[in-house]
């Protein structure tokens, strides 16, 4: 399951997306995770949610972000929900095809193995594609 929050800056992505990381935190038995571009949420979150600065491990492609959250499952199959904080930051990308396909990916990652997604995008939500639309 993906849940996409987009909106322009200042619009309160950030804020919504610390609400429902600390909601997560209280409700949920597994582990949960969040990727952010830097370490902005460090006092902002519960101190339970394990935080990764992906600045840390240059996540700099779609094809590295997927090695790299296969990798954090494969060492803890506990994960139960990810939130990446402003994903194209994060990679140095803008919103296209390639957004649409990694959100895809992350979709069958997530039915597969029992996680949920969240994925905050700064941006319009009208430059989202038609398949970024399922999951608004």
Do not use: H
């Not at 992906?54 to 590295?64: F, N």
């Not at 959100?103 to 941006?123: A, P, R």
């Amino acid at each position: 399951m993906v849940r996409l929050i987009m909106g322009v800056k200042g619009s309160g992505k950030t804020k919504q997306l610390i609400e429902l990381i600390n909601d997560a935190a209280k409700a949920e038995a597994g582990n949960v995770v969040c990727i952010e571009p830097g370490r902005d949420m460090t006092f902002t979150i519960n101190n339970q949610i394990r935080l990764i600065d992906a600045k840390e491990y240059k996540l700099d492609s779609y094809e590295v972000f997927r090695g790299f959250i296969s990798g954090l499952y494969a060492g803890n199959y506990d994960i139960a929900q990810v939130f990446i904080d402003n994903l194209c930051k994060t990679l140095g990308k803008d919103v296209d095809v390639e957004t649409e396909a990694f959100l895809n990916w992350l979709d069958q990652f997530g039915e597969k193995n029992g996680v949920k997604f969240t994925v905050s995008i700064s941006g319009d939500p009208s430059i989202a594609t038609d398949g970024m639309q399922k999951y608004l």
